[in-house]
């Protein structure tokens, strides 16, 4: 028996949706990063991109465990010396929640071009609507 090898074009990709409301970040992310990577499927093959597109919403509400939302921080440097910001997970919530739940998942995803691409297949929304009605996503399998 040959062990078979999927290619990314042999894949019929599916949409899922999710809501974030009081889900733990942690646990949310990597659930989604194991859809992306496609690691669900019988076919999966580490080396290509096998996995489904995952739309995430009501990402303002999604729950961080114990102290974090103070005391974990979302850190980034302008390049200059001095130039390091930090900004606790309660403001970027506020500011930006999209961006608290792309980061989560983005560090448990390869690195390289073939993380970037599985990266694109991820949509987060802070509301609870989202515009991809089209693509009849259906509810996400825990």
């Known amino acids: ?8 074009s042999d894949i019929d990709r599916k949409w899922f ?3 974030a409301t009081d889900v733990a970040l942690g646990r949310l992310a990597s659930r989604v990063a194991s859809v992306l990577r ?3 499927r019988p076919e999966y093959t580490p080396h290509a991109d096998t996995g489904d597109f995952v739309i995430v919403l009501n990402a303002a ?6 102290n974090k939302r103070e005391g974990k ?13 930090a900004e606790s997970y309660r403001h970027l919530l506020e500011r930006k929640p999209e961006l ?8 448990m995803l390869p690195k ?8 694109r297949k991820l949509k987060v ?16 399998p825990y």
């Not at 028996?1 to 990314?8: E, F, G, H, L």
């Not at 390289?112 to 990266?119: K, T, V, Y």
Request: net charge positive; no cysteine.
């Open 1 to 8: 028996m040959a062990t078979v090898s999927a290619k990314s």
């Open 17 to 19: 949706v999710v809501d």
């Open 38 to 40: 496609g690691k669900h």
């Open 61 to 66: 509400n999604v729950k961080l465990t114990g």
């Open 73 to 85: 921080f979302y850190y980034r440097h302008s390049g200059y010396p001095g130039g390091l910001t």
């Open 100 to 107: 608290a739940i792309e980061k989560a998942v983005k560090g």
């Open 112 to 119: 390289g071009s073939l993380g970037r691409q599985m990266r």
């Open 125 to 140: 929304y802070a509301a609870g609507t989202h515009p991809h009605v089209a693509q009849k996503p259906v509810p996400f």
